[in-house]
Nanobody, 121 residues
Framework: VQLQASGGGLVQAGGSLRLSCRAP????????FKWYRQARGKQRELVAS???????KYGDFVKGRFTISTNNAENVVTLQMNSLQPQDTAVYYC????????????????WGQGTLVTVSS
């Protein structure tokens, strides 16, 4: 099973981007997902998480600008990012440590390949 992230790109400060993460074969309705990011020279940090009940959490730096959501019908988790700032520049990673795949639950960490978000000032 693989997580496939997409949607990164170059945007001006104040702009928006929408990241998507797909995982063919995973039942999204009973799985948990997170978005992390890692800026150059910095540690990876948690951006947002959503569990199977729809409970969401965000990093303190998000401050209401980002929204994580899942579309169970389309098997995709998205991160809508608004009011982007240069300090949001990073590689964003989709992650799951609790997912349902081929009739079984797995807790083995699963990472997507990362998608680069660059915010210019």
């Amino acid at each position: 099973v693989q997580l496939q992230a997409s949607g990164g790109g170059l945007v001006q400060a104040g702009g928006s981007l929408r990241l998507s993460c797909r995982a063919p074969g995973v039942r999204f309705s009973v799985s948990h997902f997170k978005w992390y990011r890692q800026a150059r020279g910095k540690q990876r940090e948690l951006v947002a998480s959503i569990d199977a009940r729809g409970t969401v959490k965000y990093g303190d730096f998000v401050k209401g600008r980002f929204t994580i959501s899942t579309n169970n019908a389309e098997n995709v988790v998205t991160l809508q990012m608004n009011s982007l700032q240069p300090q949001d520049t990073a590689v964003y990673y989709c992650h799951s440590d609790r997912y349902y795949y081929r009739a079984s639950f797995y807790s083995m960490p699963l990472w997507g390949q990362g998608t680069l978000v660059t915010v210019s000032s």
